[in-house]
């Protein structure tokens, strides 16, 4: 399976998924790279309209640190910790909040200060808790073919590349 990087006219990094199974491994992927560069805490922003992969990006993240873990969108808990790996891994969905205030009340500043990978869907909800070196992942849906998305990674705004190989 290959997953290609390109460049676009904005100078953005992107990469084409064509299935569920290429968007999991994409976030697979990433996942194993921040573990090999082994800066934590790692913030990871998922952002994308509604049924676009944000969960299925996330759930490559998570199974690359922990590999036995059941996945599923926090949408409801906002918060799903995964434990079982080399690393914590939390997993934020923050489309419900209705302030930043209500992260503070889960504790979102001790889960910030622990070495953890820190996955945010709906990021911008809350864009004062965001560190600004993390990295955005922006997933969109192609209008012509329905599960086909665009993968855009940043990090401070600017393109990220990272190699995502075969």
């Known amino acids: 399976m290959m997953m290609d ?11 084409w998924t064509e299935n569920v199974e290429q968007t999991e ?9 921040l573990v090999k560069r082994g800066t934590f805490p790692a913030f ?20 690359a640190i922990a590999p036995r873990s059941r996945v599923h969108s926090p949408t409801f808990t906002l918060v799903n910790e995964y434990r079982t ?4 891994v939390f997993h934020f969905d923050l489309y419900r909040i209705e302030e930043e205030e209500d992260l503070y009340a889960i504790g979102f500043d001790d ?9 945010l869907e709906w990021g911008s909800r809350a864009p ?3 560190p600004p070196d993390a990295i955005t992942v922006r997933i969109e849906k192609d209008p012509d073919r329905p599960d086909r998305r665009r993968i855009t ?8 590349h990272v190699d995502f190989g075969s």
Do not use: N
């Open 85 to 88: 790996g080399t690393l914590p």
């Open 44 to 63: 990871v922003v998922l952002d994308g309209d509604l049924g676009t992969g944000k969960t299925v990006f996330a759930r490559g993240m998570v199974r």
């Open 5 to 15: 990087i390109c460049v676009s006219k904005e100078r953005r990094a992107f990469m």
């Open 111 to 119: 889960y910030a200060r622990q070495k953890a990978l820190l996955i």
């Open 153 to 160: 990674i940043l990090q401070g705004g600017k393109p990220l």
């Open 128 to 130: 004062g808790v965001i």
């Open 25 to 33: 491994k994409a976030g697979q992927k990433l996942a194993e790279w």
